[in-house]
Structures are given as structure tokens and as C-alpha cells.
């Protein structure tokens, strides 16, 4: 039976319902010549609504020519809402004995078929079929249909619907690098209801303060491996513009989204076939503009989320979004079968940078756990994109110490060296940096180093941190020493290399400045101070890195950064590493 579903009138050999003729129990093959039909009404002036009602076995037409079906609200068949009318076949159905055989009941819809009318059709309650043993000749008395047998409601539409919504395939917030192109942004889930809907246009926007149209090059739709059509958005600011400021308001009274925003109404040269009751993904890709210390063109720590501009954001405006239905021919625009806003449509974070890191884990030489003044805890890399150079400023670790006697302090002194091959070792951080550690690191602890040109210095308030520059399509390898005493058997330190879990900011939103943009990229010093400013996120300030994307660049411009989404470093932390006795 076909589940329940809405038809749009004017559909030719529409599928009212299956009916099943069961002759497995059967000694002799059955030949079925009449059948009795029944139809239930939203009401009884809609009987006219379909017409030239046939049963098909398979491909063949049972009742063809004067056999043909066609319905009218004449009292004689009706009585209420339901109607009966029985139905001579021209072509004799014979069901093989110990077999079974469906029957489809197949009708066209009227052109001027009522709208939301509703119909159900089936077999009428017994008597109903007329059936004969075609060996014997006998008459045979169908079992099964004591009271009527009607499938599912079917409802009339004058044309189809189709929504849309974010696909659970699109990315997850992610870093972009500057000047390069194909960059998957978001996948947006078309579905089309009742009918086939060709979408000729799609009005895709900017939905972040921390955004303009000049940070992205082309933006391309695509339907799989098929390109429906690309375009620009205007070199304007996304929406919201600025808090606190009323200057770039991007949205009237009426809620119609205004000219100075950065949305395009896409024009698909290929338009998107969506199939009826059926789904179908559209990829959305974005080339990224170039950043330079000079004449830049996109904005380095800009958030650009692409969003689908929907009837629930802008009001109604048939231009922006465009499907016409295959089978109505009707132009459908800018329908959403349930309130679409920035929250169910727009893609997740997306932060454009003008290089990014990669952090990974190395395996250490030894993980067994000597007294010494050089045993290696925790390895790591940290490389460059291809398209810049990398500051390293700080990172953190957590370590933990376990021994059978309690209370010893097995780590009096850490070191963080730069081991990259085809150099001199360098110490680049010493626990003497930080007079916290000279009377021995506690069983637990989180130990944040601040890299260092002079390690071993203790200077306050961040003073003397020197940056590691880690040259762009290049990385640098690091690895954590110890010296380490009172080692006995079962003793253990575990380390790990943390992340953050935050992007960074100016604290809360209401504690930005009126008429300011908030922003991920801050000095170093404003990060590594972030647990202690006033609404800001604890914790966030466990890796410490730039992109190197301001003019004279120093470790004071604002172009710094968090672990926030950098590759290969969780949110939480790395993989531990343990070493033991």
C-alpha cells in the first residue's frame, strides 16, 4: 500500500492503492472478473477529483475502454463520504494457484482537483470480487475483506513545497588559510515535497558581525560533483553589524535584510533537480581572500559563516529563492516548511587566518623512568601551512606524578628544548622561569611556559617571552625534559599537552566596546592574561600562537591567537604520554 502523501492534481496514472489476491491455499488457478471499489472523501463533492481509475496486473490494463472508471458524486454509488462502485474486467485477472498477485489501482488527478481535498481507496467490504476456479468453473468466495480495505489517505495539492536545512554533513568549526580556493564552507539539505522542484536561484548572506564579503573570492554551489553556479558577495559587512552602533542597521521594521549587506541571490546555470519526497545535498565551497601585512584583502580572525537567506530572516520576496514544480508548473519562492533562522540553516564557525599550525605528538626515544637531570616526558611538533609563517608563543601542560611512597616531589627542574633535526639543540623554556617551581612540582599541576630567548631568567609580567618562528611549509620539534630524583619502582609521570576548548575574545559581548567589533586575535599578552580579565573565559590561553597577518608585527599587534581549532590539538588535550620505573 503506498504510504500517505500528497499528490499534485493534474498528475497523470497517480498510484491509489495495491490490492493482494492470495491463491497460495488454492488447488486450482482463480480467474477474477469483477471487483468492487471503495472510496473514502474529505467530501463528497471531491468524488470527481481523479478520473480514468484502471487496474493494472503489472503492465496490462484490466478495464479498458467502457470499463474505465470514472467517478462522480451521484447518490447511487455514494452514501456520506464514502462511495462504491464496481469495476468489470475486460482483461481477466488469473492468479496462478499457490502463488499470490498485486493489482494496482492507478488514476489521473483533475486538473481543477480541490486543494487539501482528500481521498482513500480500496476494496468494498464482501461481496466484492467475483472469482471463478478456471478448471471447475466454480465460484469462489474471496476471504479477507469482511469490512472495507482502504489505503492511504491521499491529499491534493495545487503544487509542491521544498524546505531547507543544514546537512549533519557540514563541517565542523574550523580554521581557513587565506589565498586558497575550494574551500568546503557548508552543506545545506534540500528536501522537496509532492512533487519534483527544479530551484533555479538561492539566496545565500554573511551571518557574523565578524565578517565582510571582501574576505571571500568566488563561492561556488554544487550539487555532488556538478556545478549548479557561483557568484561574489558584495564587499559589505555580514549581519549583525556592530553592537552598540546603529550606523550599519541591516534589517528595517518590516524585516526586510537591506542592499548593504553581504548576501547574493545566486542564479544556478544548472539549476537543482530536487526529486519529490526526496532529499538532495548542496555542497557549499568558497575561495578565500588574500591577507597581507599591506593592502590586505580579507581580514585575518574574521568569522565567515554562510547562511541560506530564508523567508524566516528577510520577509517574502520571490525573487531571492526560486523552485517551480516539474508536474505543476507552479513557482514556488523562498518556501520553508518550518521557521529556518541563522540557527538551523547557518554553517558553524570558520575563521580565516593568514597561516595556520598543525600540532602532533611524537613518540619519545624511552618511556622508562630514570633518576637524571634530562629524562624526556612529552614530544611534540608544531608545523607551518605553506602559506606563512608561524609564531609559537606558549603552551601548556599537565603533569602528574604517582609513587609508592606518598609525597615525594620526583620533578625539581623542566625544560622545554627545541630538538628539530638539522640544528643545535636550544632551551627555549626552564622551570627557573618561574619561581613557583623552584621547591619541586607538586603530584599534580598544570605548567603553562611562556617561550623564552633567555630561559632560566625569571622575569615578570611576560617580560623576555621570545617568540619561536616556525617558518611557513616548515615545523619545529620541542620535547619536554625533567630532572627528576627519588625514583623507585612504580613511580610514574604522566604529562599531556592542553588545548582550548574557546575562541578568544574581548570577554562577554556586553563587555565589548559600543560600536566595536569583537574579535578572535588579540596581543600574546592580552590572551595569556584572559583568566584574569573581567568577563572573560577561564582557561582558554593554553596554546598561544599568530599568523602572522599584522604590519610590524611584534608580540604586542593583534594578531594572536588561542588553541582554539587548531589542527590536531583537542580541545582538552593531546594523547598522554607516561613514562615509568
Not at 509532492?194 to 564579503?213: F, H
Not at 620541542?478 to 588545548?499: K, N, P
Not at 574581548?506 to 583568566?531: F, K, V, Y
Request: hydrophobic residues 40%.
Amino acid at each position: 500500500i503506498p504510504v500517505a502523501q500528497t499528490v499534485i492534481r493534474g498528475t497523470t496514472g497517480y498510484t491509489l492503492a495495491n490490492i493482494l489476491f492470495d491463491a497460495s491455499g488454492s488447488g486450482e488457478d482463480i480467474r477474477v472478473t469483477t471487483l468492487q471499489l471503495t472510496a473514502t472523501l474529505d467530501a463528497l463533492t471531491n468524488a470527481n477529483n481523479v478520473a480514468s481509475v484502471v487496474l493494472y496486473d503489472g503492465t496490462t490494463a484490466l478495464n479498458t475502454g467502457s470499463n474505465v472508471l470514472n467517478p462522480t458524486n451521484n447518490s447511487t454509488y455514494c452514501t456520506g463520504t464514502t462511495c462504491d462502485w464496481t469495476v468489470s474486467l475486460d482483461k481477466n485477472l488469473v492468479v496462478t494457484k499457490g502463488t499470490t498477485k498485486t493489482v494496482t489501482i492507478k488514476a489521473n488527478i483533475s486538473a481543477t482537483a480541490t486543494d487539501q481535498g482528500t481521498q482513500s481507496w480500496g476494496l468494498k467490504a464482501s461481496p466484492t470480487v467475483t472469482a471463478t476456479g478456471v478448471s471447475t468453473g466454480s465460484t469462489i468466495t474471496a476471504s479477507g475483506i469482511s469490512t472495507a480495505q482502504t489505503g492511504q489517505v491521499m491529499t491534493v495539492a495545487t503544487g509542491g513545497q521544498y524546505s531547507v536545512k543544514l546537512s549533519s554533513g557540514t563541517p565542523q568549526a574550523q580554521l581557513l588559510v587565506a589565498n586558497t580556493t575550494g574551500n568546503i564552507m557548508t552543506k545545506l539539505l534540500f528536501y522537496a515535497t509532492s512533487e519534483a522542484i527544479n530551484v533555479s536561484k538561492i539566496k545565500l548572506g554573511l551571518t557574523t558581525g565578524t565578517s565582510s564579503g571582501s574576505d571571500l573570492g568566488t563561492i561556488y554551489l554544487y550539487d555532488g560533483a556538478t556545478l549548479l553556479g557561483s557568484g561574489v558577495f558584495p564587499s559589505l559587512r555580514g549581519s549583525p553589524i556592530v553592537k552598540g552602533s546603529t550606523a550599519f542597521t541591516d534589517v528595517h521594521t518590516d524585516g526586510q535584510m537591506v542592499a548593504k549587506t553581504a548576501s547574493t541571490t545566486f542564479s544556478l546555470t544548472t539549476p537543482l533537480n530536487i526529486p519529490a519526497n526526496t532529499e538532495k545535498t548542496v555542497t557549499i565551497k568558497a575561495d578565500i581572500a588574500v591577507i597581507q601585512t599591506s593592502a590586505t584583502v580579507a581580514n585575518a580572525g574574521h568569522d565567515v559563516r554562510i547562511d541560506f537567506i530564508n523567508t524566516s530572516n528577510i520577509s517574502d520576496n520571490t525573487t531571492y529563492n526560486v523552485g517551480t514544480g516539474t508536474a505543476s508548473g507552479s513557482q514556488i519562492g523562498g518556501f520553508m516548511t518550518t521557521a529556518a533562522t541563522a540557527t538551523t540553516t547557518a554553517q558553524t564557525a570558520a575563521y580565516i587566518l593568514r597561516s595556520v599550525p598543525t600540532v602532533s605528538k611524537l613518540a619519545l626515544a624511552t618511556n622508562t623512568l630514570a633518576n637524571g637531570s634530562a629524562t624526556p616526558l612529552y614530544k611534540f611538533r608544531v608545523a607551518a601551512d605553506s602559506h606563512g609563517d608561524i609564531d609559537l608563543y606558549k603552551v601548556t601542560f599537565r603533569i602528574a606524578t604517582s609513587s609508592a611512597t606518598a609525597g615525594l616531589k620526583l620533578i625539581t627542574a623542566l625544560n622545554l628544548i627545541d630538538v628539530t633535526a638539522g640544528q643545535a639543540e636550544t632551551t627555549v623554556y626552564a622551570s627557573t622561569c618561574d619561581d613557583t617551581q623552584n621547591a619541586g612540582l607538586p603530584a599534580t599541576t598544570d605548567l603553562e611556559m611562556e617561550l623564552r630567548a633567555s630561559p632560566g631568567t625569571w622575569a615578570a609580567a611576560l617580560s623576555g617571552v621570545t617568540p619561536r618562528v616556525i617558518a611557513a611549509g616548515s615545523y619545529r620539534d620541542f620535547e619536554l625534559r625533567a630532572t627528576v630524583a627519588s625514583i623507585e619502582t612504580g613511580s610514574s609521570i604522566t604529562t599531556q599537552m592542553q588545548g582550548d576548548a574557546n575562541p578568544t575574545f574581548l570577554g562577554a559581548e556586553a563587555s565589548w566596546p559600543a560600536g566595536t567589533m569583537a574579535s578572535r586575535l588579540q596581543a600574546a599578552a592580552t590572551i595569556d592574561n584572559i583568566n584574569r580579565g573581567a568577563g572573560a573565559t577561564n582557561g582558554d590561553e593554553d596554546f598561544i600562537w599568530s599568523d602572522n597577518s599584522a604590519a610590524s608585527h611584534t608580540a604586542s599587534t593583534l594578531d594572536w591567537a588561542n588553541g582554539y581549532l587548531v589542527s590536531g590539538l583537542p580541545s582538552s588535550n593531546l594523547t598522554a604520554e607516561v613514562v615509568s620505573k
